[in-house]
């Protein structure tokens, strides 16, 4: 089996302070699609800047489909999805915008098009290609930052809170659009156990730079010690289950 | 990116921290301008070791003061290499169709210690005075609101505002951006654009969520004016000082 | 250009804040004109002054140097009248926040940036003549409001600098340093009137309103 992403002991801080990541250690393989779950402030954000190499690891090895993460260095087979999608949306179109990465990768002009049509129609966003992105909703400018990034055709999604300030029915959309996605790798950061529940087939608990469960998402998160004691509730789709076995403890 | 500002009210303690804004500011405004006045060499000596004792009184770590010089002393580096080789008549010291100018030498050196005097002088103006208060202060000096509001709004936004703009370059890099340059320059238009549409759909929030809060209606209260003896000693201080190196100036 | 403090003349430094006090006062009058209660355009330009402080923190390597677009031209196309409080209140944070420019010197800078603004504004506002919408006069407008607005800052500056400060120069060499100054800034100039037009375009497209600064 490939391994999508490699960590071994991972370290980083900043300059004179306490460590924000201490030491973390695991692998991915390609195909699984991971939730990354674990209260504010956990590390999640600095750990995705670290696997895409804007900031430098104090210590310890990263390693992207067995090729070490260069910071400062282009790599297309990872794409990420920013909390704040304004901050990722620059063209002053969606069909420009969807074409500045792979403008960047050097694809030519008939392709960037074929490729820009066929996410845009995936996604569902072919009547927006020629608006202004900057005056989309937010559930729009969310699926546009996607198509962007998908477009790239990742080896590796990274999203980060990919369902904050969705509503409900973009939060459908998003997950019936990752849904038949069955050989992309995914790393999600999310909040909304819910989403990670639907979408994830594994899950990792980050807190206090450190992880503190990897397993199966319904058993991790079904389980109410573990959450609890990071400060987590047990999602309510599994909190009838975790219940009953309590009782029969 | 920005990390300039007031190292403020941490030096609350030293007496300059505590001295009435209200009072301080125009009394160091009248001690720079008296400073910038000077032309006769002899004075410069007097101008250095005030400047000197000021900053001490201010508190202030030396590095604060070598942290700030770098942007304007760029400025005073051109002027070195331009002045005592173009300015003036009198030959010092020739070298092919180098000339060394005694007048230029002059000007060059009136300039740098004036300016490093007033540099000492403003960093320990503005290191002991948070903005804030530093507007308050102003509005209450009579500076049309207009201007007061703009400089605390601005100042407001221009944290947030560059934490947008490094992370939409981080995620221009994410997709190929290949940093700052000629070449680039399309996409920096584009950055610079949105960080502007960003910026002004925000100013529409921002300013229905002001006028929902009663922006408008009647005027901010002023911070409390309560000098002491102190106080007035500084502001004496100061303007005796300037006072003297006018008169000194104009009259030896 | 901002000039530090120091190296001009009293005269001079007290001639600008004299100069920047009665522009102020006049985009005052101006703005209340136009608005009415002007405090409704403050966020926004306070928004806008902000931005424009970013984005000119950002460095653009031209070897062997590398520079930060000023701005001035940009400026006085969004923010019309209000652009000159906003070049007096960005120049005094920079000199606040970073000793940038100077305080005795704060009204000459506002003068050598806020001056070719209020130009650019002016020269903008011709784009009424040609359709207000159409992409090739906007940027071909903003381009000459933008390069103006770079080269008459240089002008002035460099002319500041060879007659109100305590030097020397025989009347050749005044006109080298001015002819050289001003030529000095003519890929700066050529880079901003670029960037400008570029930036001019985006906002067409995206946010029109904000080029409408002219338009109640």
Redesign the interface.
């Given at each position: 089996m490939t391994e999508a992403l490699n960590i071994q002991g991972l370290t980083f801080a900043y300059p004179e302070q306490a460590p924000i990541i201490t030491e973390i250690s695991f692998v991915i393989n390609a195909g699984e699609r991971v939730g990354l779950i674990g209260p504010n402030g956990a590390g999640k954000t600095t750990l995705f800047?670290l696997i895409?190499g804007?900031l430098q690891p104090t210590a310890g090895r990263l390693e992207i489909f067995s090729r070490p993460v260069k910071s400062?260095v282009?790599y297309?087979a990872?794409?990420?999805i920013?909390q704040?999608t304004?901050?990722?949306?620059?063209?002053?179109s969606v069909r420009e915008d969807i074409a500045?990465?792979l403008?960047?990768?050097g694809l030519g002009n008939v392709e960037i098009q074929q490729r820009i049509e066929e996410t845009a129609e995936l996604a569902g966003i072919t009547a927006l290609l020629n608006r202004p992105p900057?005056n989309l909703s937010g559930g729009e400018q969310r699926l546009v930052a996607l198509s962007?990034?998908l477009a790239?055709g990742p080896r590796l999604l990274i999203m980060d809170e990919p369902t904050s300030d969705l509503d409900i029915r973009f939060r459908r959309r998003l997950i019936k659009l990752l849904d038949p996605m069955n050989d992309q790798t995914m790393l999600i950061a999310s909040h909304d156990l819910e989403f990670v529940l639907e979408t994830c087939n594994r899950v990792l608990l980050l807190e206090g730079g450190e992880i503190q469960a990897d397993g199966d998402p319904a058993e991790v998160m079904g389980n109410g010690s573990i959450m609890e004691s990071h400060g987590l509730e047990v999602p309510h789709s599994l909190s009838a289950t975790w219940h009953r076995h309590r009782n029969e403890d | 990116?920005?990390n300039?500002?007031?190292v403020g009210s941490a030096e609350s303690g030293s007496l300059f921290g505590r001295w009435e804004t209200r009072l301080k500011l125009p009394g160091l405004?009248i001690l720079?301008?008296s400073?910038?006045?000077v032309?006769d060499l002899r004075l410069l000596p007097l101008l250095l070791l005030s400047s000197m004792i000021i900053y001490r009184l201010s508190a202030l770590p030396f590095t604060c003061l070598v942290s700030?010089?770098r942007?304007?002393g760029f400025?005073?580096l051109a002027?070195a290499v331009?002045?005592p080789f173009?300015?003036?008549?009198t030959i010092l010291w020739q070298f092919g169709p180098l000339a060394l100018r005694l007048?230029?030498c002059?000007?060059l050196l009136?300039?740098?210690?004036?300016?490093?005097?007033?540099?000492m002088v403003?960093?320990a103006?503005?290191a002991t005075t948070p903005?804030p208060l530093?507007t308050r202060t102003m509005r209450a000096l009579g500076i049309?609101w207009?201007?007061t509001?703009?400089?605390?709004?601005?100042?407001?936004?221009?944290f947030?505002?560059?934490s947008?703009?490094r992370?939409?370059h981080?995620?221009?890099?994410?997709?190929?951006?290949?940093g700052?340059?000629?070449i680039s320059?399309?996409?920096?238009?584009?950055?610079?654009?949105?960080?502007?549409?960003?910026?002004?759909?925000?100013?529409?929030r921002?300013?229905q969520a002001?006028t929902l809060r009663g922006?408008?209606n009647g005027d901010q209260a002023l911070p409390e004016f309560r000098p002491v003896v102190a106080d007035y000693l500084l502001l004496a201080a100061a303007v005796l000082l300037s006072a003297a190196i006018v008169l000194a100036q104009i009259f030896i | 250009m901002?000039?530090?403090?120091?190296?001009i003349?009293?005269t001079a430094?007290?001639g600008g804040y004299a100069a920047a006090g009665g522009m102020?006062w006049l985009s005052?009058y101006k703005?209340k004109q136009k608005y009415g209660?002007?405090?409704?355009g403050?966020?926004?330009?306070?928004?806008?002054?902000?931005?424009f402080?970013?984005?000119s923190?950002?460095?653009?390597?031209?070897p062997p140097v590398s520079v930060h677009l000023v701005f001035s031209g940009l400026l006085g196309v969004?923010l019309g009248w209000f652009a000159f409080?906003?070049v007096?209140?960005?120049l005094?944070?920079q000199?606040?926040?970073?000793?940038?420019?100077?305080?005795?010197t704060l009204g000459v800078n506002a003068c050598l940036m806020g001056l070719p603004a209020l130009m650019a504004h002016r020269l903008f506002c011709l784009r009424s003549l040609f359709g207000r919408r159409k992409p090739l006069p906007n940027a071909i407008l903003a381009f000459l409001a933008a390069f103006s607005a770079v080269a008459a800052g240089a002008i002035m500056a460099a002319l500041l600098l060879i007659y109100a400060?305590?030097?020397?120069?025989?009347a050749a060499?005044e006109k080298t340093?001015v002819l050289t100054l001003s030529f000095a800034h003519l890929p700066v100039a050529l880079?901003e009137g670029?960037?400008t037009a570029?930036?001019v375009l985006?906002?067409l497209r995206?946010?029109p309103?904000?080029l409408e600064a002219d338009q109640k």
């Open positions: 800047l895409t804007i400062g282009f297309p990872v794409g990420m920013f704040h304004a901050d990722q949306l620059i063209c002053p500045f990465g403008q960047n990768m900057h962007g990034i790239m | 990116m920005i300039g500002a007031a405004i720079v301008f400073f910038s006045l032309q700030r010089v942007l304007p400025f005073l002027m331009i002045l173009w300015s003036g008549q007048e230029g002059i000007s009136l300039i740098t210690v004036k300016f490093i005097a007033i540099f403003v960093v103006l503005f903005l530093l049309p207009l201007l509001d703009l400089l605390l709004f601005s100042y407001r936004y221009i947030q505002l560059s947008d703009l992370r939409t981080t995620a221009a890099h994410l997709r190929g951006f290949k700052i340059s000629l320059l399309k996409t920096m238009a584009n950055v610079t654009g949105s960080l502007l549409v960003r910026s002004h759909q925000q100013a529409e921002v300013f002001m922006y408008g | 901002h000039i530090p403090d120091g190296i003349s009293t430094a007290i102020t005052l703005i209660n002007p405090r409704n403050i966020p926004r330009a306070a928004l806008l002054t902000a931005a402080f970013a984005a923190l950002i460095h653009i390597p031209i969004v409080p906003a007096l209140v960005g005094l944070l000199a606040v926040m970073f000793q940038h420019g100077g305080l005795t400060t305590p030097a020397y120069f025989d060499a340093a880079l670029t960037f570029m930036v985006f906002l995206v946010q309103t904000l």
